[in-house]
């Protein structure tokens, strides 16, 4: 099984092959300007893809799936068809760019893979980054076709709840429990009936890089989770879910992200919360 990670000394042995993509998936929670970033300092031939700007405007929940044709759109934008060799990373370490990883793979992409450690790795490793203005991508042609699979709705949630499948969900414990507020305004506290919670920087070293092997799946059994059974991750609003979706594909394990996350669940007043 290839692993969905890429290290830097992998990284950094293929920077000439002529079909890699490397693309800067930064987003922050705080609000901070990751294109910004972006522009300071990349690994080279590095483009930025803004979680925010393709999304599904329509929708009133944050950075939501685009449909496959503004997503082809935006990659072909970047310079990226499906059939090109991906590797996706962020400036935190590994916070949104297993969103992106999750999205490209959803949207058809055949080999996409995550800079495990990120460009926080890269640069103590002493790698040398691009600090020149970004110079546009030659637009390519990306042919999208969404896996339904990969990607669960607040129906699917719902019928998760009867044990259809397992939710697993990244935010922090105090959020889960119900005894911290949302970051968002307006969202209910605590947790869905039966979920299981697996705060996503529990996943992580402290070097910012994923476990491996059998310390990232005891993790998953610490928590309560049947690594046999279905299981859709959630989050706050799809972003950190996404890291534990990348933690199981590291294990050999499919599951779905719940786009809509704590986001839609927490908004509405028809679904039902738990807290303790």
């Known amino acids: 099984m290839r692993s969905p990670l890429i290290t830097t000394d992998e990284l950094a042995a293929n920077l000439d092959d002529p079909r890699l993509r490397i693309i800067d998936a930064s987003w922050h929670l705080d609000g901070r300007d990751a294109r910004a970033d972006f522009e300071a300092a990349r690994i080279a031939a590095a483009v930025h893809f803004d979680l925010e700007a393709v999304s599904d405007h329509d929708s009133p929940l944050p950075h939501m799936l685009p449909t496959p044709e503004a997503f082809a759109a935006a990659a072909?934008?970047?310079?990226?068809?499906?059939?090109?060799?991906?590797?996706?990373?962020?400036?935190?370490?590994?916070?949104?760019?297993?969103?992106?990883?999750?999205?490209?793979?959803?949207?058809?992409?055949?080999?996409?893979?995550?800079?495990?450690?990120?460009?926080?790795?890269?640069?103590?490793?002493?790698?040398?980054?691009?600090?020149?203005?970004?110079?546009?991508?030659?637009?390519?042609?990306?042919?999208?076709i969404r896996r339904a699979s990969d990607v669960a709705d607040l129906p699917t949630v719902l019928g998760a709840l009867t044990g259809e499948a397992q939710i697993v969900d990244a935010r922090p414990a105090p959020r889960f429990r119900g005894e911290a507020a949302e970051p968002r305004p307006g969202l209910r506290s605590g947790h869905m009936p039966g979920a299981l919670n697996l705060p996503f920087k529990t996943l992580l070293s402290d070097d910012g890089v994923l476990l491996r092997g059998e310390a990232l799946s005891a993790r998953f059994a610490e928590a309560g989770v049947d690594l046999d059974q279905p299981i859709i991750t959630s989050c706050g609003s799809g972003v950190s879910a996404a890291i534990l979706t990348l933690a199981l594909a590291e294990l050999g394990r499919d599951s779905a992200v719940y786009d809509g996350s704590w986001a839609e669940w927490g908004g509405r007043d028809d679904t039902p919360v738990a807290t303790g």
Do not use: H, I, K, Q
Request: charged share 25%; hydrophobic share 45%; no cysteine.
């Open 76 to 144: 072909g934008e970047l310079g990226v068809s499906e059939t090109d060799t991906v590797v996706v990373y962020d400036t935190v370490g590994l916070f949104s760019a297993p969103r992106v990883w999750w999205t490209f793979r959803l949207m058809g992409a055949r080999d996409v893979r995550v800079l495990d450690g990120g460009l926080p790795r890269w640069l103590t490793e002493g790698r040398p980054v691009d600090r020149s203005p970004p110079v546009a991508p030659v637009p390519a042609v990306f042919r999208a």
